[in-house]
């Protein structure tokens, strides 16, 4: 197991990952944007979609090694997730817009996209002296392949199409449960310091068994959870997914 100790310069940045950040930043500025405006429900779905595709794809890249970085994939993500937590900050206490989702889950919501940046950054500044799997890339990468079920989650919830709704439980079956789950965390708890391995390995875990639960029990007892409301409102949606959502 690596031993850990944060190097002194561990807040500088390069100016490419900055470069790269404020690119990533802009674009997520612009999907919010856009007409039916950063308020809308509609758009949260869109920004997400949008995320969920281009993080598989750039993590991809970068792990095949046809991206000059691999912070070029990772700031993906960590842009993407500052940029929605600022949103919803906007919109829950600036322009107090209602949320789609219950008090619960929206605590729920902001205490993911913290962790997630919390993960993101510390996986892109210390993962030499956090972890030493056998690749020796950032852990973050792989942790980036949660968004695989996104896109079938935020489409499931615009069209309410029974068959995006099978995909998106296979799709987070197999990133979440089979590969992170069975594969993925194993090597963390194996290759990281404990601070990685049980602090976040092993939880990470039992959440998505957690939340694999709720799809399951939304799936199979439909019933218990429909309510008459407009669409993209459906309260229990959010407890399936750690937006990586």
């Known amino acids: 197991r690596p031993q850990l100790s944060m190097p002194l310069d561990f807040l500088s940045v390069d100016p490419d990952t900055a470069r790269y950040f404020t690119a990533w930043s802009a674009l997520w ?6 007409p039916p405006g950063s308020k809308s429900i509609d758009t949260s779905y869109r920004l997400n979609f949008i995320h969920g595709v281009l993080s598989i794809l750039f993590a991809s890249l970068a ?32 322009f107090q817009v209602p949320s789609y989702q219950n008090p619960q889950n929206r605590k729920v919501e902001y205490a993911h996209h913290l962790f997630c940046l ?8 210390f993962h030499a002296e956090l ?12 942790l980036m392949y949660a968004e695989t079920s996104t896109p079938f989650l935020m489409a499931w919830r615009y069209f309410k199409s029974d068959i995006l709704g099978g995909i998106f439980v296979l799709t987070f079956f197999l990133c979440r ?4 789950g069975c594969i993925f965390i194993p090597q963390c708890v194996l290759s990281c310091t404990g601070v990685v391995g049980y602090g976040f390995a092993i939880p ?16 199979l007892f439909p019933g218990k959870h429909d309510k008459k409301t407009k669409k993209g409102s459906d309260d229990e949606d959010d407890k399936d997914h750690m937006k990586t959502k």
Not at 118 to 125: E, N, P
Not at 131 to 142: A, D, E, I, N, T
């Open 204 to 219: 990470y875990n039992l959440l998505n068994l957690y939340f694999f639960y709720m799809i399951m029990k939304k799936v």
């Open 177 to 180: 449960i089979v590969y992170h």
């Open 29 to 34: 500025i612009v999907c919010l944007v856009l």
């Open 131 to 142: 972890c030493s799997l056998p690749s020796g890339r950032q852990p973050f990468l792989y």
């Open 118 to 125: 919390f993960v993101g950054l510390s996986s892109q500044g």
């Open 63 to 94: 792990l095949l090694d046809y991206l000059p970085s691999d912070n070029m994939a990772t700031t993906c993500t960590l842009s993407y997730f500052t940029i929605d937590f600022v949103n919803i900050l906007l919109n829950d206490f600036y």
